[in-house]
């Protein structure tokens, strides 16, 4: 019976490969990489969610993830039991750059090819959402160039069940001849020619509309939503008057629904917007939108040293985590193996053993 309670299926949280072994067991034995010890811990209630961002360069991933990364690491203000940890090394010194460039006004640097750090946040009482052990994946915008994505340089693309397709409607018209459908075109015929088939491996494509608070031509209930939006400055006063109850989640993802159907609407007049919706829905996609603006204003300055021109305040970077945790809900929390024990129908406690189990399983 002792082996049974030390023993717990865990997925690793930078390989997405399953660790099978007792609770003191500190390394992944596909990745070779140590597990975090927080993440052991609190294994019981924090289940992996890995997101893979898919982008070209100057698209602006990194900034956006790194305003999410940012906000995530304020949101004790809305969240009565909230509370988070880096879940590596890495992760700690990315936010701790984050936070140093953000007091500057400087924008993260680009993501360089041949980097690729997994960040790692243990996230704890999201209410409805619970816990969970979000793990990204910032990779360089040329990985994506190809029609055949190097899968070993963007090791999530086959296994994350959320995808952020990150893309600058500003940027998109400025290269027309990278347009957007493009992108998921590379990212369908990477996942055929690994044998993985989305319309029996559910998984959803969360398309983040990059740098929103520069579109010229975006209609105004969308302009309205992204200006509108006060969580950042919520989260930096500190004030209370912002709560993200199960009430306040409901409307919010209400909202992000009409939002979602408004920026459809407006891509589809597109003939690669409407491709795009296209092949999602053919390929078996659960397919949302976000509008975003990682910043809140305008940058001035080169690729390698961008610099805000005003306080920098992210808008509806939210909006796509909550699509993610909205698509993954939070499962029965469990230690054990889902598989109960291998007994003989002979034994005369096979009965007993079976219900223990059974309730065991559902704790």
Sequence with gaps: MSDLLTTRKLVCPFCLEEITGSKLERKCSSCQRPTPALYLKDARDLEP?????????????????????????????????????????????AILDSNRRLESGLLPLPTNKGVDLPCLILLRGMDRFKGRALVYRDCAGEHFDTNSMPVEQVPFLLKAKTLFLIASPVDLAARRERPIDMLLNGFLNTLEEHGVDPSKDRRRLVVVLTKGDLIQDLPKPLHDY?????????????????????????????????????????????????????????????????LVSATGGPVSGGDSESQLENRWEPRRVLDPLLWALSFNPPPKSRIFSTAPPELPRSSKQHGLIARWWEWLKDL
């Design 49 to 93: 969610m890995a997101v893979q961002a898919m982008g070209w360069s100057g698209h602006g991933k990194s900034v956006f993830l790194s305003a999410l990364t940012l906000l995530l690491t304020r949101m004790q203000v809305v969240w009565e039991d909230y509370s988070w940890s880096p879940g590596s090394e890495e992760t700690r010194e």
């Design 226 to 290: 992204l200006v509108k939006d006060r969580v950042w400055r919520t989260l930096e006063e500190g004030t209370p008057d912002l709560r993200f109850d199960e009430p306040a989640i409901d409307r919010y993802l209400a909202t992000m629904r009409e939002v979602d159907r408004h920026l459809r609407e407006w891509i589809e007049r597109d003939a690669h917007g409407r491709h795009l919706v296209r092949l999602a829905t053919q390929s078996g996609l659960d397919l949302c939108f976000s």
